[in-house]
């Protein structure tokens, strides 16, 4: 009798544990824009797990026929994640480090971060939630020093975006109708001619989740109208996972996520002013034209997520 109930129970699990990986692939896929859905999509890798834990215990319990539907749901769960784990191969070209990192505020040490400026020989940051006492912090500390040139539209709290960059900038540009600062400007590097540079931060989906698709729809478009004769460059915190469709439309046809372009896997940037790791991963460069060979994630004291940073690889022209 009780080896009856034990084997019952294993076979709820299971079917709960499959069921959550079948959630999951929803998840993945659907473009809802209901908050419940819309944050529930962040824990997608989470989810998936839960079907090669339902194929296990079915399998253990000899139920051969949920065991199989529980291993179509892993393979199809595998699918949508194998892109972050197979690296499209590098090029030919200069190479650049760019860098994207959220300030919290001023709350990020800005000695760290001019420190993995340094280190990581860093030619194009991008920031946000940049304040202006942050602006005076992290020039106290040098970071003009080693990125001389740039654009900034710092806010009070959240709203501060901005762009450091060791070559020049010109064509600056400030986009309006949204809650949070996006800017663009254009590098001129050398070997490789004018590049394009954009900073976005578009609004959390606790904000308002009709906002948050608007907004990244809308940031989608500014993107397709970047210039096409020269590299882009996107750094952001998009608000946004990998497993959020909309931001896989963002990172779709001419541009591609730069962890998915180097085969980085997934990279979790937040939380990281919690008791628990990070869970998420929604900081992101985008690139177009250009391919990243190397993305990894760089640990900044004082702030609530890890900075981004990829190793890239321009044409020259």
């Known amino acids: 009798m009780r080896s009856q109930v034990v084997r019952v129970g294993a076979v709820v699990l299971s079917a709960a544990a499959t069921l959550a990986g079948a959630a999951g692939v929803a998840l993945h896929y659907t473009e809802w824009t209901a908050e419940p859905v819309v944050l529930a999509a962040s824990a997608v890798p989470y989810l998936l797990g839960g079907a090669l834990v339902g194929a296990v215990g079915f399998a253990a319990s000899r139920q051969w026929v949920v065991s199989g539907v529980a291993a179509v749901v892993v393979a199809v769960g595998v699918a949508t994640q194998a892109p972050l784990y197979v690296a499209d191969g590098g090029g030919d070209g200069p190479a650049l480090t760019?860098?994207?990192?959220?300030?919290?505020?001023?709350?990020?040490?800005?000695?760290?971060?001019?420190?993995?400026?340094?280190?990581?020989?860093?030619?194009?940051?991008?920031?946000?939630?940049?304040?202006r006492t942050a602006?005076?912090?992290?020039?106290?500390?040098?970071?003009?020093?080693?990125?001389?040139?740039r654009y900034l539209a710092p806010g009070q709290t959240?709203?501060?975006?901005?762009?450091?960059?060791?070559?020049?900038?010109?064509?600056?540009?400030?986009?309006?109708?949204?809650?949070?600062?996006?800017?663009?400007?254009?590098?001129?590097?050398?070997?490789v001619g004018p590049v394009s540079v954009y900073a976005l931060h578009p609004v959390p989906p606790v904000y308002?989740?009709?906002?948050?698709?608007?907004?990244?729809?809308?940031?989608?478009?500014?993107?397709?109208?970047?210039?096409?004769?020269?590299?882009?460059?996107?750094?952001?915190?998009?608000?946004?996972?990998?497993?959020?469709?909309?931001?896989?439309?963002?990172?779709?046809?001419?541009?591609?996520?730069?962890?998915?372009?180097?085969?980085?896997?997934h990279l979790v940037t937040y939380p990281t002013?919690?008791?628990?790791?990070?869970?998420?991963?929604?900081?992101?460069?985008?690139?177009?034209d250009a391919r990243a060979v190397a993305v990894d994630t760089v640990d900044l004291p004082g702030a609530d997520h890890r900075a981004l940073v990829a190793r890239i690889v321009v044409p020259r022209r």
């Open 98 to 131: 760019v860098m994207q990192a959220n300030l919290l505020f001023d709350g990020a040490d800005p000695a760290a971060l001019v420190d993995a400026v340094r280190a990581r020989e860093v030619a194009v940051l991008t920031v946000n939630e940049l304040t």
């Open 135 to 149: 602006v005076t912090d992290l020039e106290a500390a040098g970071l003009d020093e080693l990125l001389p040139h």
């Open 208 to 265: 308002d989740t009709g906002v948050w698709a608007d907004e990244l729809s809308r940031l989608d478009a500014v993107l397709r109208r970047a210039p096409v004769d020269r590299p882009v460059i996107v750094g952001g915190d998009f608000n946004a996972t990998y497993d959020h469709a909309r931001f896989r439309v963002l990172a779709s046809g001419r541009f591609a996520d730069a962890a998915a372009q180097a085969g980085a896997g």
């Open 158 to 191: 959240a709203s501060g975006t901005g762009i450091w960059s060791r070559f020049p900038l010109s064509d600056t540009v400030e986009y309006d109708g949204y809650v949070l600062n996006q800017i663009s400007a254009t590098a001129a590097v050398p070997e």
């Open 273 to 288: 002013d919690k008791r628990v790791p990070p869970l998420v991963g929604i900081d992101h460069i985008l690139l177009a």
